[in-house]
């Protein structure tokens, strides 16, 4: 006979079900001591930054970068937002805010309406020439901008658009145009065709099965180019600098002015508000959005 | 009869490919014809053809009658159900249902009837307010379905409808689809590549291959005469037994080396003498029985014993090839068991070995 406790013993010391793991392991230790120097690395300029745009400049000239403020002071905040001077301009970064704004908002809707209509024409209404539409305007990706900077800028003086705001919102979208397209076009590719099929049984034309079928169907890939384009525009420099004028200079070509003017004494704590003033937007972006734009980025690999 | 479906010496190449090829096809109206073949022989581009979905290259379609070879598709009367469903993921059933009616801006209160008819013909009713992606595969096609049925069309066009569901559910839903013809009377088109599929819905079965029909008769009919080698092997499952040999005897007779069969009763009456034949057994028309009859069995060795539940599959050497045998499933049979087959030759196929039509 068996003995039935001997047996329940020994099937008990050996394993069976989840199984057990250690918290302070060798490889647990590497993992969380490199991600914890790496982030360390990381986080500092932007604690120097933080901090300093907290100090008046006495307390600066002390020379403790690391060291968090004796007085909290928003002064430097303020003076940045609404004082600083950028030539005879003395609004301080708020002109540039508002004129980042209004290219933006342009910019954005405009590209992404074109560059989707752009994607599922190439995807479901393929027309003669259709792939080698995409593969020159994929090529276009590839040019450097300042081969373009110059032709462009005849470009938009022959339309009467140099210097204006619209004209900066022309070539926004314009550049967008290569990665955008390629974007909504591997989105859309991942779509079964028979969707688009029955769509026409069913009596829908090109617009409609734009609007009604496939855009509802299409959410992350909006908020990924949204996400793109927004950052992307508002960090532009170089675009903005070249195609428009002082007045109408974005948020980027003023913080810019501000922080290298070179008259007076050099207001650190007003630079660096000013530098975090400027990475609010795209920042704020990013901590909305990054799970929709980490699905969606996803979505969009899928298919070449 | 009146033709509800016509195609006129259609021609659709891709590129240089040419997919079909000068195609002639009635449909009679209330007709079920099944398109059948293996991959790529072009029955779905035939369907996507007459739905308007793909410019064809050449000739003319006509339904009910009306030449609708550059209509749209929503204006040819059709209505057509996907392999993969193809229903809008963002929109509710009532949603996937009405919206081929709202485009064609039929008004609202007899959307909402036409819809609830379909939703009670396909018992769907309590679906209806909920997403595709809460519905199981066969309600996904039911659903699919309903979306052709809601807008009066004349003829169905069916892609393969059931190709993705398990086996279970595709019998069910078979049944349903040949129910429903029977009660709504439509013309209906059925793109298929199984053959049970075509034999048990079809009025008429078109077997294709290359892009070009190679027959186009009643399921029996196409099982019991194919028109071709084609046909006869690719129908039936397991497959016909083909021997090679010849008719001697001013046709009297099929020879293969020493094996000599009797051809009297075949149904193709006298065939002369060929130097090249094949002859066609299909393994439910071979009986297996101990004894030899001279010109009417062939001698045979058991070479493997499939049980198949309500019967049994043997495989056999016999006359120098295998072939397969459908015997009751208490039969069973030892490998190395010497046998005779019994040849039914008025139910056997006879092709030309060079055209491979038969005579």
């Known amino acids: ?47 120097v930054m933080v901090m300093t745009s907290l100090k008046g400049m006495p307390e600066i000239r002390m020379g403790n970068i690391f060291a968090p403020p004796v007085e909290i002071t928003f002064e430097p905040w303020v003076k940045a937002w609404s004082q600083a001077c950028t030539g005879l301009n003395c609004d301080g970064l708020s002109r540039g805010f508002w004129n980042s704004v209004r290219i933006l908002i342009p910019s954005v809707i405009l590209s992404i309406v074109v560059a989707s209509v752009n994607g599922y024409a190439l995807t479901f209404w393929k027309f003669k020439g259709s792939d080698i539409f995409f ?105 903005g600098v070249v195609y428009t ?60 | 009869m009146t ?80 392999q993969s469903y193809a229903l809008y993921p963002q929109m509710t059933v009532r949603g996937n249902l009405s919206f081929g009616l709202k485009n064609a801006k039929v008004p609202r209160d007899e959307i909402e009837k036409k819809v609830a008819r379909a939703a009670e013909i396909l018992q769907i009713g309590p679906l209806l307010d909920r997403k595709p992606a809460a519905l199981s595969g ?39 689809i040949k129910r429903l013809h029977a009660q709504l009377k439509n013309t209906m088109v059925y793109v298929t590549h199984d ?13 294709m291959r290359g892009g070009i029909i190679q027959q186009l008769a009643a399921p029996q009919e196409i099982y019991n005469r194919p028109a071709n080698l084609f046909v006869a092997g690719f129908i039936g499952s397991p497959s016909m037994n083909f021997l090679h040999g010849a008719t001697i005897d001013g046709g009297q007779a099929f020879q293969l080396g020493d094996l000599k069969l009797a051809l009297a009763g075949y149904e193709g009456g006298i065939v002369g003498a060929r130097d090249k034949v094949i002859l066609g057994l299909r393994p439910e028309h071979l009986v297996v029985q101990d004894g030899a009859e001279p010109g009417v069995t062939i001698p045979a060795m058991v070479e493997l014993d499939e049980p198949m539940g309500a019967d049994s599959l043997v495989w056999l ?27 039914d030759m008025s139910k056997a196929s006879l092709f030309d070995a060079g055209s491979e039509v038969r005579i």
Not at chain 1, 249 to 278: D, F, H, R
Not at chain 1, 280 to 292: A, D, M, N, R, T
Not at chain 2, 73 to 82: L, S, Y
Not at chain 2, 326 to 335: D, G, I, K, N, T
Request: proline share 5%.
């Open chain 2, 195 to 207: 053959q049970i599929e075509a034999l048990t819905l079809a009025d008429r079965i078109a077997v």
């Open chain 1, 245 to 304: 004028k002082p007045d109408l200079y974005p948020m980027t070509v003023q913080l810019n002015n501000i922080v290298n003017s070179v008259q007076g004494v050099k207001e650190y704590n007003v630079n660096m508000a000013a530098t975090l003033l400027t990475g609010l937007v795209p920042l704020f972006i990013y901590f909305v959005s990054g799970k929709l734009f980490v699905r969606g980025i996803a979505a969009g690999a899928v298919k070449g």
């Open chain 1, 135 to 239: 593969t020159i305007l994929i090529f276009g990706a590839f040019i450097p901008y300042q081969v373009m900077l110059y032709p462009i800028v005849i470009l938009l003086r022959e339309m009467g658009l140099y210097g204006s705001l619209w004209g900066l919102v022309l070539v926004h979208t314009i550049f967008g145009m290569p990665i955008l397209t390629l974007l909504f076009r591997n989105y859309f590719s991942t779509i079964p065709e028979e969707l688009f099929k029955a769509a026409r049984v069913d009596g829908a034309g090109f617009w409609s099965i734009y609007a009604k079928i496939l855009m509802p169907m299409s959410l992350p890939i909006f908020v990924v180019a949204i996400i793109l384009q927004v950052t992307g525009i508002w960090n532009d420099f170089l675009f």
């Open chain 2, 3 to 82: 033709n509800s479906i016509e195609v006129k010496d259609l021609t659709l190449n891709f590129g240089s490919v040419s997919v079909l090829k000068n195609m002639n096809l009635n449909v009679a109206e209330g007709e079920f014809v099944v398109l059948l073949g293996p991959s790529g022989c072009g029955k779905s581009t035939l369907l996507n053809c007459l739905a308007g979905l793909l410019e064809i290259t050449d000739g003319q379609i006509f339904i009910k009658g009306k030449n609708v070879t550059w209509a749209e598709p929503n204006e040819r009367g059709i209505g057509m159900v996907f």
């Open chain 2, 138 to 176: 066969g309600q996904r096609q039911r659903v699919a379905i309903g979306r052709a049925l809601v807008r009066d069309v004349d003829v169905f066009l069916f892609d393969e409808p059931l190709s993705n569901l398990d086996a279970k559910l595709r019998s069910e839903l078979r049944v349903e």
């Open chain 2, 317 to 343: 050497q016999a006359a120098g090839t295998q072939m397969s045998v459908r015997v009751p499933v208490e039969r069973r049979m030892a490998p190395g068991t010497k046998v005779h087959l019994k040849v």
């Open chain 1, 1 to 47: 006979m068996v003995d039935a406790t001997a047996v329940l013993t020994r099937t008990d010391a050996e394993p069976r079900g989840t199984k057990p793991k250690r918290a302070l392991s060798g490889r647990n230790i590497m993992i969380y001591g490199t991600l914890f120097v790496f982030s360390l690395y990381y986080l500092l300029p932007l604690w």
